[in-house]
């Protein structure tokens, strides 16, 4: 991968309206690597545009994980850690994110200032998110320590995401944990978010099918991310499904430029 993922992210959203994101666990607990890989191409041939590598739950591995991942596909590879543990220099660029509703310090800035001069003497490039945990939040949420903002309460996430706008975060990541139901983060959030924030909004957990996912698009998301239907499906169907919704997405997203 040549060139900043932070533009190439940019210079896709200005191009095409919205980006779909892979989430990769590569928990050894879980799965080995050459399963995460064969994943990762697959998603990749389905049209991805972009493969996260983390988790809540990660107990070493991570450097032989991400190196074969990025070996096997040309899209980016960007950390997404959920603590020190996630972190590595091999991957192309990493969410530099703190948990902004946790009720604990260390998941705010606490591992965040444990691992800084790794990721800086690294070189990795750091993209600063926002990561805000909607109920029912989920194992993140639980790990996290985090306060979940009610699901029928937008007006508090906008107030979260206000501030990360005006702290200088280049993204906000709304979240509803790995797996949830109801169709991921509501779209009255994302929407009142849009409406009142510039930061480009990822959104993640629940989203399940392609409807789900379009209608996170249509609400405002710039970035739709998908864990849990990669690992249920992909291997499958030889990533037939998430084609179909990859494309459902751009369709969703052509409509907004």
Known sequence: ???KVWEYI???LESEGACHFSLL???P???SNDYIVSIAELAEKA???AIMIGGSTIFGGIDDAVKAIKEAVDIPTILFP???TGVTEHADAMFFMSLLNSSNPYYIVGAQALAAVRVKFSGIETIPMAYLLIEPGKSAAWVGEAKCFPREKPKLVLMYALAAELLGYKLVYLEAGSGAEGGG???EIISVVAQYSDLPII???GFNDAESVVRGVEAGASIVVQGTYLEKNVQKDKGAGLKKIVKALKDAGSKRL
């Open 1 to 3: 991968m040549t060139g």
């Open 10 to 12: 940019t210079e896709k």
């Open 82 to 84: 959920g603590n020190i």
């Open 29 to 31: 607990l879980s799965a």
């Open 25 to 27: 666990d590569p928990d």
């Open 185 to 187: 983060v509501p779209p």
């Open 203 to 205: 959104a993640g957990g």
């Open 47 to 49: 049209g991805t545009d």
